[in-house]
C-alpha cells in the first residue's frame, strides 16, 4: 500500500539514495546529453553533470561531428566538484585505466599489434595503444637504419611490447625482430623462386676486391669478377659502380649456404664462341705451339682459342714429350679431331694432316723425285767425261 503523507524532503531523500555515489578514481559509463565548445556533458547516474573537456576525450585528433547525443562510454572520475558543482570525467584515461589488463596479456603473450605514429620526440617515435601513450626507440622502429624518423609520422607500424611498468604506465614497442622476420621470410621466398640458368635484372649493391654482389628483387648474389667481363680485370668497379642496373643469369643456386653465384656476361659476346663460329670438326688449320704438359701439348688457333694437341697426335715417331718433336712459338698445321662448344674444348691432330694427302700426288712426288735424281746422274756423269 503506498503511503500518500510522502513529503517532499522524503521525495528527495529517495532520489538522492538512487544517485550513485562518485569518487575519484572512479570508473563509470557516460551517456552524452549535450554537446558544447569546452567539452560534452554526460549524465554518469548523478545528480550532477559529468564534463568531458575534448582534450580529456581521446589520445586521436576527434572532431565535434565524431560525437552524437545518445553516445555511451566508460569515463574516469578526475574530480567530483569544478567548483561550479559538476563532475570533470575523462574517456581517454578511462580507456587506458581499463587497456591496462588487455596490454599486459599483449606483453605475457608477445603478441603483435598495428599502431599508428603520432610524433617524433628526442631518441623515438610515439605511438598511442588503447588510450596508452607508447614510445618506439628510433633503433627499433624496423630492421633497418632510418636516417629520418619523420618519414613514419602517420604511418602504421606492426609493432610488439618489449617493456612495460604498468606502475608507471612506462610501455615500450618494438617492430625490429617483425620486421626481420618478414624481411627474412621474403627472402626465403624470392630465394626459392629463383631459377638456376634463368636471367634477371638486377641492382649492383657493393663491390669487392672479388666482385659484385647484385640485388635481384631482394635477394643478392655475387658476380665473380671473371664472371663480369671477357676481358681480364683488376677490381669490379672497372666494369661496374655501386647502383648500376645489370643483366645476369644464374649460374648457380647453394640453398643450404643461401648463396646465389651469378654471371654478367653476354654469351653470345664470348670471344671463344666468336672465334670458334667458322670452325667445323675435320677442318686443317694452323696455329702455334704455346704450352707443353706432360700429355701433350696446346696449340692456340686464335687470340682466345685453343686446342689439344696429343702426344699421340704429333707424330707417327714414338715420343714421351711433346718437346721431343716441338718447339715453343712453333707454327704447325693441325686438323680438329673434336670440337666441344659446350665445355669449350678442341682437340687436335698433327698425324691425321700428313695422312690426308694424296696417296697418287705421293707417287707421283716420288716419281719427280727419282726423275730429279735420275737426272742429276746424268748430268754428274756427263760433266766427268767433260772434263777428262
Given at each position: 500500500m503506498e503511503d500518500n503523507n510522502l513529503t517532499m524532503a522524503d521525495f528527495m531523500d529517495e532520489i538522492e539514495k538512487s544517485m550513485v555515489r562518485i569518487r575519484k578514481g572512479d570508473i563509470k559509463t557516460a551517456k552524452v546529453v549535450s554537446i558544447e565548445d569546452a567539452g560534452l556533458i554526460t549524465n554518469i547516474g548523478s545528480h550532477a553533470d559529468a564534463i568531458v573537456p575534448w582534450n580529456e576525450y581521446s589520445y586521436e585528433e576527434v572532431k565535434m561531428e565524431d560525437v552524437q547525443v545518445g553516445d555511451t562510454f566508460?569515463?574516469?572520475?578526475?574530480?567530483?566538484?569544478?567548483?561550479?558543482?559538476?563532475i570533470i570525467v575523462s574517456k581517454k584515461r578511462a580507456e587506458a585505466e581499463?587497456?591496462?589488463?588487455?596490454?599486459?596479456?599483449?606483453?605475457?603473450?608477445?603478441?603483435?599489434?598495428?599502431?599508428?605514429?603520432?610524433?617524433?620526440?628526442?631518441g623515438?617515435?610515439?605511438?598511442?595503444?588503447?588510450?596508452?601513450r607508447a614510445f618506439i626507440p628510433g633503433s627499433q622502429i624496423t630492421d633497418v637504419y632510418v636516417e629520418d624518423?619523420?618519414?613514419?609520422?602517420?604511418?602504421?607500424?606492426?609493432?610488439?611490447?618489449?617493456?612495460?611498468?604498468?606502475?608507471?604506465?612506462?610501455?615500450?614497442?618494438?617492430?625490429?625482430?617483425?620486421?626481420?622476420?618478414?624481411t627474412q621470410q621474403a627472402k626465403k621466398e624470392r630465394f626459392d623462386s629463383i631459377i638456376e640458368g634463368e636471367k634477371y635484372t638486377g641492382t649492383v649493391t657493393k663491390l669487392m676486391p672479388y666482385g659484385a654482389f647484385v640485388n635481384i628483387g631482394g635477394v643478392e648474389g655475387l658476380v665473380h669478377n671473371t664472371d663480369l667481363s671477357w676481358t681480364r680485370i683488376k677490381h669490379p668497379s672497372d666494369v661496374v659502380k655501386e647502383g648500376d642496373k645489370l643483366n645476369?643469369?644464374?649460374?648457380?643456386?647453394d640453398k643450404e649456404k643461401g648463396k646465389i653465384a651469378l654471371?654478367?656476361?653476354?654469351?653470345?659476346?664470348?670471344?671463344?664462341?666468336?672465334e670458334t663460329a667458322n670452325l667445323e670438326k675435320g677442318q686443317v688449320v694452323k696455329g702455334k705451339v704455346?704450352?707443353?704438359?706432360?700429355?701433350?701439348?696446346?696449340?692456340?688457333?686464335?687470340?682466345?682459342?685453343?686446342?689439344?694437341?696429343?702426344?699421340?697426335?704429333?707424330?707417327?715417331?714414338?715420343?714421351?714429350?711433346?718437346?721431343e718433336a716441338l718447339e715453343i712459338g712453333q707454327e704447325v698445321k693441325v686438323k680438329i679431331t673434336q670440337l666441344d662448344k659446350v665445355n669449350k674444348k678442341i682437340g687436335l691432330s698433327m698425324t691425321e694432316v700428313e695422312e690426308e694427302i694424296d696417296p697418287s700426288m705421293m707417287a707421283y712426288m716420288n716419281e719427280e723425285e727419282e726423275s730429279i735424281s735420275t737426272m742429276g746422274d746424268v748430268l754428274g756423269n756427263a760433266f766427268k767425261d767433260l772434263f777428262k
Open positions: 566508460d569515463v574516469l572520475v578526475l574530480n567530483t566538484d569544478d567548483g561550479d558543482g559538476n581499463v587497456a591496462l589488463e588487455n596490454i599486459e596479456r599483449l606483453y605475457k603473450n608477445h603478441e603483435h599489434f598495428v599502431v599508428k605514429v603520432k610524433e617524433v620526440v628526442k623515438g617515435v610515439i605511438a598511442n595503444l588503447q588510450g596508452m624518423l619523420n618519414e613514419f609520422v602517420g604511418k602504421e607500424i606492426e609493432v610488439e611490447i618489449i617493456e612495460f611498468n604498468p606502475k608507471n604506465k612506462k610501455l615500450v614497442l618494438s617492430g625490429k625482430a617483425i620486421a626481420k622476420a618478414k645476369v643469369t644464374v649460374l648457380s643456386i654471371g654478367a656476361k653476354d654469351v653470345a659476346m664470348d670471344p671463344w664462341f666468336l704455346v704450352k707443353f704438359m706432360n700429355f701433350g701439348a696446346f696449340v692456340s688457333l686464335s687470340e682466345n682459342v685453343e686446342g689439344l694437341l696429343h702426344v699421340s697426335q704429333i707424330t707417327e715417331k714414338r715420343i714421351s714429350k711433346p718437346e
